[in-house]
């Protein structure tokens, strides 16, 4: 009978650690943002006397022939008080590069609240993928 437990607990043990291993490849899986983003970031930041800038950071899975970002969100108080696009602003878009980034700025007000989606985007082969990254909320000064 000792057997039959000894063989039933490593049985289960080793169930555990398969469902485990499964359950701990997907995250893993995951790391890489899409095909074309590898990896993607945003934040912002009070320049002072109400200015406020964007800055974002965008890295392709190789040599991109477009790379960058489409538009830029940002918000005062809850609501979108300017949208920057990359078809207006031309330097928040590159080609032929693996990374590519930059800022835009926006003349705020002081003590009002702000924060920013950044999309970014990166093709090639005539296909492509987006993303967006939502900035922390910052107090412009």
Known sequence: MFLKKKTLFRLAALMLIVVLCLGLSAPI???RASNYIAAYGAYMN?????????????????MM?????????IYENGSIVKTFYSSSTPSM???????????????????????AIVYVW????????????????????
């Open 122 to 141: 990166a093709a090639k082969l005539g296909d492509g993928d987006t993303r967006s990254k939502t900035t922390a909320s910052i107090i412009a000064k």
């Open 46 to 62: 009070a320049d002072g006397s109400g200015k406020v800038s964007v800055w974002y950071d965008v890295t392709g899975t190789g």
């Open 65 to 73: 022939e477009e790379i960058g970002s489409t538009s830029i969100v």
């Open 29 to 31: 899986a995951q790391a």
């Open 93 to 115: 878009m590159t080609k032929n590069k693996a990374i590519h980034g930059g800022s835009v700025s926006y003349n705020g007000v002081a003590g009002r609240s702000y924060y």
